[in-house]
């Protein structure tokens, strides 16, 4: 239906189809926008679940040989052996786009690249389950960085996801069809009012005959 404030001119009908045009555009490319980012989406969504799965089972392999080198060996010795860590680990975070969507990148160095660093005891009084324990952890520690990543990825992209749906919502069910009824109303509007100048001008025209000749038209 047609706004009652619309003013039914030539110029107001020039406008409001430039704006029709530009909010169809609008609303193609905002639609391939939203198809995209689903696209995408689904894809980080499977490589979550398979990662997810992954790290889950690096953490609780690491978990068991902990519970293990605990119950081989004594507290005290347990926590000197862990009390100075060796290697560091230093993430740098990053951003990328992704149809408009800023996510997060993360990459970590380590200070030396020595896989042995990890170790941070003697091998003489621990025992082995406790080198299982520290290996898995190291394992799965990128792992698990990407899983971070790709966590908050999904998350935000869901979020850029429902706001490009109401958009394009917005679009093809309020303003498109709001242009095109005032569009029409316009043109209605318009050609109501030519056919009666027409008419006006067809009465004058016979009036002017009348009074200079005296003749009448049918």
């Known amino acids: 239906m047609a706004s009652k404030q619309i003013t039914p001119t030539r110029m107001e009908l020039t406008r409001l189809k430039k704006k029709l045009t530009t909010a169809t555009r609008g609303h193609k490319l905002l639609k391939d926008k939203r198809d995209e980012l689903m696209r995408q989406f689904l ?29 081989g060996m004594q507290d005290q010795v347990l926590n000197t052996a862990m009390l100075a860590p060796k290697q560091r680990v230093s993430v740098e975070a990053g951003m990328e ?45 990128p792992d698990m960085l990407k899983l971070a ?20 919502n917005a679009l093809e069910h309020v303003m498109i069809p709001e242009l095109q009824a005032n569009i029409k109303y316009i043109s209605m509007k318009l050609d109501e009012n030519e ?11 016979d009036m002017v005959l009348k009074d200079a000749h005296n003749y009448e038209t049918f």
């Open 43 to 71: 894809e980080k969504v499977r490589e979550n679940k398979a990662l997810r799965e992954h790290v889950e089972k690096g953490i609780e392999a690491a978990n068991k040989n902990f519970l293990l080198a605990r119950a």
């Open 97 to 141: 786009n992704v149809m408009s969507v800023e996510i997060p990148t993360f990459d970590f160095k380590t200070r030396t690249p020595d896989q042995n660093d990890i170790f941070s005891y003697g091998f003489a009084f621990t025992s082995s389950d406790l080198d299982g324990a520290v290996k898995s952890l190291a394992d799965v520690f």
């Open 195 to 205: 056919r009666s100048t027409q008419i006006r001008l067809m009465k004058v025209k």
């Open 149 to 168: 990543e790709i966590e908050k990825s999904c998350q935000l992209m869901a979020v850029e996801i429902e706001k490009t749906r109401r958009r394009v």
